[in-house]
T-cell receptor, first 111, second 115 residues
Framework: GNSVTQMEGPVTLSEEAFLTINCTYTATGYPSLFWYVQYPGEGLQLLLKATKADDKGSNKGFEATYRKETTSFHLEKGSVQVSDSAVYFCALMGNNNDMRFGAGTRLTVKP | SQTIHQWPATLVQPVGSPLSLECTVEGTSNPNLYWYRQAAGRGLQLLFYSVGIGQISSEVPQNLSASRPQDRQFILSSKKLLLSDSGFYLC??????????????FGPGTRLTVL
């Protein structure tokens, strides 16, 4: 079945550092790919998405490119801020409208 | 605009007691609905999803069940809670028939502690 494998955390960075959180997937057909963010004590919010190969999703300085050849959707940000501290989830939606999430990566950004 | 509600926000229940968590969506019709569980320090596990009234798909065998008595209402239930049922339960909805890139919108969650 479909699955998502996400870089394990926790990740701790200093403010303005470069961020990469790796995500790879296994799926049949052509899934849509998502990154969700969960701030402390809250539910999940969509951060960005991509629906087909080579699409780049971007939001709030975060980017991820749908790479079908490597089945990856790595999340990047050039300069993180303290306010980016949260748990980040990579997710995949298959053809049956069923969503699969990665285990989540906790990011802590220190001033 | 669309909103999704979950209640209660927190719940403490003894082992063996029943459970009923409710989720309702406003501002949209015929949504896909989902129940997830997030155990402490772990990722999200899809429990159930529904593409219409009375249509429920279960992802994992467990002592939980789900029902969709109305188009925008999704209920998670248990007859007898286990300690392992503790966790953060999230309801989500997505637009049905909008293509495969159906973004999911999450409710605020219910934190369940089983003692």
């Amino acid at each position: 079945g479909n699955s998502v494998t996400q870089m394990e955390g926790p990740v701790t960075l200093s403010e303005e550092a470069f961020l990469t959180i790796n995500c790879t997937y296994t799926a049949t057909g052509y899934p849509s790919l998502f990154w969700y963010v969960q701030y402390p004590g809250e539910g999940l919010q969509l951060l960005l998405k991509a629906t087909k190969a080579d699409d780049k999703g971007s939001n709030k300085g975060f980017e991820a490119t749908y790479r079908k050849e490597t089945t990856s959707f790595h999340l990047e940000k050039g300069s993180v801020q303290v306010s980016d501290s949260a748990v980040y989830f990579c997710a995949l939606m298959g053809n049956n409208n069923d969503m699969r999430f990665g285990a989540g990566t906790r990011l802590t950004v220190k001033p | 605009s669309q909103t999704i509600h979950q209640w209660p926000a927190t719940l403490v229940q003894p082992v063996g007691s029943p459970l009923s968590l409710e989720c309702t969506v406003e501002g949209t019709s015929n949504p896909n609905l989902y129940w997830y569980r997030q155990a402490a320090g772990r990722g999200l596990q899809l429990l159930f999803y529904s593409v219409g009234i009375g249509q429920i798909s279960s992802e994992v065998p467990q002592n939980l069940s789900a029902s969709r008595p109305q188009d925008r209402q999704f209920i998670l239930s248990s007859k007898k809670l286990l300690l392992s049922d503790s966790g953060f339960y999230l309801c989500a909805w997505s637009v049905r028939g909008a293509g495969k890139a159906d973004t999911q919108y999450f409710g605020p969650g219910t934190r369940l502690t089983v003692l």
